[in-house]
Nanobody
Framework: QVQLVESGGGLVQTGGSLRLSCAAS????MGWFRQAPGKEREFVAA????????NYADSVKGRFTISRDTARNTVYLQMDSLKREDSAVYYC??????????????WGQGTQVTVSS
């Protein structure tokens, strides 16, 4: 069993920044997904624990950065130039490096990100 503890969500204005954190009890490849009201959960970013290879959804490329701190078993999602359409509940997940949610076995509780104009 892997425990994931997320933090860092909140309310920010358009163009602002937030950093999400996800502390894991074990080392896995990690992904971030998000789900807005009335929409399906979608992939945001992923990082391989072994190679540090990253992958991003087209909608966040150039604005979001995923990174990891191996000493703390923690993954971060730095979100810059935030847009209203980035508003969602953000989930971190642990499993296999993939853009598909089915590849991840463990999920965090979710943290709300709200971007206001």
């Amino acid at each position: 069993q892997v425990q994931l503890v997320e933090s860092g969500g909140g309310l920010v204005q358009t163009g602002g920044s937030l950093r999400l954190s996800c502390a894991a009890s074990r080392r896995y490849s990690m992904g971030w997904f998000r789900q807005a009201p009335g929409k399906e959960r979608e992939f945001v970013a992923a990082i391989s624990w072994v190679t540090s290879r990253t992958n991003y959804a087209d909608s966040v490329k150039g604005r979001f950065t995923i990174s990891r701190d191996t000493a703390r078993n923690t993954v971060y999602l730095q979100m810059d130039s935030l847009k209203r359409e980035d508003s969602a509940v953000y989930y971190c997940a642990a499993g296999s490096w993939s853009t598909e949610s089915s590849a991840y076995e463990y999920w965090g509780q979710g943290t709300q990100v709200t971007v206001s104009s």
